[in-house]
């Protein structure tokens, strides 16, 4: 059973940083790219990263870049977002996401995600 | 950038078909995933690539294409489909995924 745990949401003040943390298991970690996206209660879904298998290739929704980094331990089926410079528009729900495929979205299978955790919630408020 | 449009709010009787469009122009180009998302839960993957559903979802839910819409398709509505839809796709111009803004499903 495939299963991707976040951790590390949590209160935090405009300003700080705070890393998100997802546990894999139940699939090959290492043949498949891993994404991040939020949902801001009462909107919609925002993408905010990707990372490809082997970390070569990664990419950021344009609200995020410059101040998020998204990585991944492959040794410990774990993935990685730190967040610097948290504003209030970063609160949300944030989802760590499996996609079908190894490369992220440049391969046809890179915007198909068919596992999802089950959210970390980060609040940004003084 | 690219962008995916979706109505904010479609409706449908119960046991009736209902169609969830999404439009955008990198739909021309590559194919969309569709997704449900009821209050409190995670999305969870309903339809991808060309029609294709994972393991577990119902024949109910189908999609069409044509040109830059794509749309989802729940033939004989029921009152468990009651959710928000959202699709999905490559950016047309970035090597990042964009997401339509979502359809409040209501099963009347």
């Known amino acids: 059973e495939v299963q991707l745990v976040e951790s590390g949401g949590g209160l935090v003040q405009p300003g700080r940083s705070l890393r998100l943390s997802c546990a894999a298991s139940g699939f090959s970690f290492d043949d498949s790219a891993m994404n991040w996206v939020r949902h801001v209660p009462g909107k919609g879904l925002e993408y905010v990263s990707f990372i490809s298998w082997n970390s070569y290739s990664t990419g950021y929704a344009d609200s995020v870049k410059g101040r998020f980094t998204i990585s991944r331990d492959n040794a410990k089926n774990s993935l990685y977002l730190q967040m610097n410079s948290l504003r209030p528009d970063d609160t949300a729900v944030y989802y760590c996401?499996?996609?079908?495929?190894?490369?992220?979205?440049?391969?046809?299978?890179?915007?198909?995600?068919?596992?999802w955790g089950q959210g970390a919630l980060v609040t940004v408020s003084s | 950038s690219s962008e995916l449009t979706q109505d904010p709010a479609v409706s449908v009787a119960l046991g009736q078909t209902v169609r969830i469009t999404c439009q955008g122009d990198?739909?021309?180009?590559?194919?969309a995933s569709w997704y449900q998302q009821k209050p409190g839960r995670a999305p969870i993957l309903v339809l991808y690539?060309?029609?294709n559903r994972p393991s577990g979802i119902p024949a109910r839910f189908s999609a069409s294409i044509s040109g830059s819409t794509t749309s989802l398709i729940i033939t004989g509505a029921q009152a468990e489909d009651e959710a928000d839809y959202y699709c999905?796709?490559?950016?047309?111009?970035?090597?990042?995924?964009?997401f339509g803004g979502g359809t409040k499903l209501t099963v009347l």
């Open positions: 996401v499996k996609s079908m495929g190894p490369l992220g979205p440049i391969e046809s299978t890179g915007s198909y995600f068919d596992f």
């Open positions: 999905n796709s490559r950016d047309s111009s970035r090597n990042l995924v964009i």
């Open positions: 990198s739909l021309r180009t590559y194919y």
């Open positions: 690539g060309n029609n």
